[in-house]
């Protein structure tokens, strides 16, 4: 059996939230925050680690 490898990165861009959703399964409130910089240093050493077709998600937070 051959596995392919992993062609997706999820960014959590933050983690600020009223943490009112009724499905949350979180139970403290974090205000961190994923700064540019090192948003394009995911992506840059993603884009290094894997060619073909990739996949970059976006997750979590109020703003999203």
Known sequence: MILEEPRQLELAFSEQCNLNCSYCYLNKKNKSVLSEERAHKAIDE??????????????TGEPL
Do not use: P
Not at 46 to 59: P, T
């Open 46 to 59: 993603f884009s290094r680690m894997y060619s073909g077709n990739r996949i970059i998600s976006f997750s």
